[in-house]
């Protein structure tokens, strides 16, 4: 069975542009999450959909982020400008539903020079 | 606001012996609890999930308990293998929320 797939697994770029990260959920799975890795923070969650639809967006750092869900089978993640803060892990995941187990996938690595 | 706690933050072993690594959460009313292992540049990998109204879930060496009341939960890794090393998360789904503890780096020495 295919797991969560996130692509690129690395990006390194430079501070000003635009980034964006893929997500593709596991088929079946109704929920979507963002989360974001750092050695300071720790694993914090970003923003959740459910069928498609924004539901919690309050970890959302500022205004640069965006993330959309336009179809059950794909997600974007959008930094714009990025900041050398941004760097971090950005992880996606996918539950069947609310409260049921999330599935991780393996993250992209992220480096804004 | 729920905080998760995991202590120690490393921890180094001999090979063979057992493992006890500690998490903490601040709210009780959980949905459930889910231990991880996360290998440097990898992703999480589910080790054990416990539901609220359990006690405690095992897989092959690895234990896993809850005391939902006081807000704890333990797990004992038993006979530790080199192969066992690396990083344990600890997280509590609340409100269809993770929210995850820092973890304990694991190194077992062989």
């Known amino acids: 069975d295919a797991g969560v797939i996130q692509s690129p697994r690395h990006e390194v770029t430079e501070m000003g542009q635009e980034v964006t990260l893929r997500c593709k959920p596991i088929s079946g799975h109704n929920s979507l999450f963002w989360y974001r890795q750092t050695m300071m923070r720790g694993l914090e969650l970003l923003i959740y959909f459910n069928n498609n639809v924004p539901i919690d967006d309050s970890g959302m750092p500022e205004d640069r982020f965006s993330a959309k869900m336009p179809n059950a089978s794909f997600s974007t993640l959008k930094i714009q400008p990025s900041e050398p803060r941004d760097s971090a892990v950005y992880f996606c995941?996918?539950?069947?539903?609310?409260?049921?187990?999330?599935?991780f996938g393996d993250g992209t690595r992220l480096s804004i020079l | 606001k729920q905080e998760v706690t995991q202590i120690p933050a490393a921890l180094s072993v001999p090979e063979g012996e057992n493992l006890v690594l500690n998490c903490s959460f601040t709210d009780s009313a959980i949905y459930n609890l889910q231990w991880f292992r996360q290998d440097p540049g990898k992703g999480l990998t589910s080790l054990l999930l416990i539901q609220s109204s359990q006690r405690e879930q095992t897989s092959g060496r690895l234990n896993a308990s809850l005391d939902k009341s006081s807000g704890r939960s333990t797990l004992y890794i038993a006979a530790s293998q080199p192969g066992d090393s690396a990083t344990y998360l600890c997280a509590v789904l609340f409100d269809y929320k993770l929210s995850f503890g820092a973890g304990t780096t694991v190194t077992v020495r062989a």
């Open positions: 995941a996918s539950s069947l539903a609310d409260y049921q187990p999330q599935h």
